[in-house]
């Protein structure tokens, strides 16, 4: 995140006398890379230890950090590709972690009053691949998620975006030993800010 911030800097600096100030325009055709950080609220889930499940845990906030691929299908639409991960513990001795690989797609509203801002809501699917810690396995689960952000563009190739994320998914088998000891809930919303950067 560091060296994407001091690459933002850069670009800025560079480029600012020459960017186009009206950069809420079609995505058709346009391919993007982003970066984001920001803060995940998961849902409660089954506290093991010594692969006994010793109650319901109640799961603290974790950071969540990722970043992911944008491509512009038609001029208010987008093909997105991300990959998250987060990490959290619980109010017990269980700590958990998902990596998140989502697959999905965005409807862009142009041509708003403020120029420079496109908001965007989306949905899609995701695999969810999660781990705990004390030797414990958690299985890998298929989920949805929708969202809702905002890009800001500061010059026509970047845009500062902030971003609601919410997952659902089945919940997963907890095992220790090869047998089942109890179940992780994969739920989860996130709030996330980073930079998108279009390579056109």
Known sequence: ??????????????????????S????KGRL??????????PADNDAVSTGI???????????????????????NFAAEFQITHTGFGTDTNTDFDTTNISLGAQYRYLNLPVKKLVPYVGAGVDILINGAN????VDTVAGIHVKAGVD??????????????????????????????????????????????FFN
């Not at 809420?24 to 995505?27: F, P, R, V």
Request: net charge negative; glycine share 16%.
């Open 1 to 22: 995140m560091a060296a994407c911030l001091v690459l933002v800097c850069s670009l800025v600096t560079v480029n600012a006398m020459a960017a186009d100030t009206n």
């Open 24 to 27: 809420a325009e079609s995505i």
């Open 32 to 41: 993007g890379i982003t970066g984001e950080i920001g803060f995940l609220v």
């Open 53 to 75: 499940v010793v109650g319901r845990g109640h799961t603290d906030t974790g950071f969540i950090g990722g970043g992911g691929l944008i491509f512009g299908i038609l001029d």
């Open 134 to 137: 004390n030797g414990l396995d």
């Open 152 to 197: 800001y563009f500061v010059m026509r190739q970047l845009a500062l975006t902030s971003e609601l994320k919410g997952v659902i998914a089945p919940n997963a088998d907890i095992k220790a030993g090869g047998g089942k000891v109890g179940e992780f809930d994969p739920d989860s919303f996130s709030m996330t800010f980073g930079v998108r950067y």
